[in-house]
């Protein structure tokens, strides 16, 4: 089975680009943007917030996969 990343609209925030995060590691949506808010805020100049960005605009969205899951058979 290969895991294949992308943005989750159903439990989004802003574009899905963490909550897609969360669910390729299996793991809360909540820990991952906590996470991500607290390494962008003790970061140098918040690079983090270009890389959110550019995560945004080069992950497809759950429904260009064309799976109801993120796993392919």
């Given at each position: 089975?290969?895991?294949?990343?992308?943005?989750?609209?159903?439990?989004k925030m802003l574009c899905g680009v963490l909550s897609g995060i969360a669910q390729y590691f299996n793991i809360d949506?909540?820990?991952?943007?906590?996470?991500?808010?607290?390494?962008?805020?003790?970061?140098?100049?918040?690079?983090?917030?270009?890389?959110?960005?550019?995560?945004?605009?080069?992950?497809?969205?759950?429904?260009?996969?064309?799976?109801?899951?993120?796993?392919?058979?």
């Amino acid at each position: 089975m290969q895991k294949k990343l992308y943005k989750d609209s159903s439990t989004k925030m802003l574009c899905g680009v963490l909550s897609g995060i969360a669910q390729y590691f299996n793991i809360d949506a909540t820990i991952v943007r906590v996470a991500y808010v607290l390494l962008s805020f003790f970061s140098a100049s918040f690079p983090g917030v270009i890389a959110y960005i550019i995560l945004a605009a080069i992950m497809p969205d759950k429904s260009q996969i064309g799976h109801d899951d993120y796993t392919v058979e």
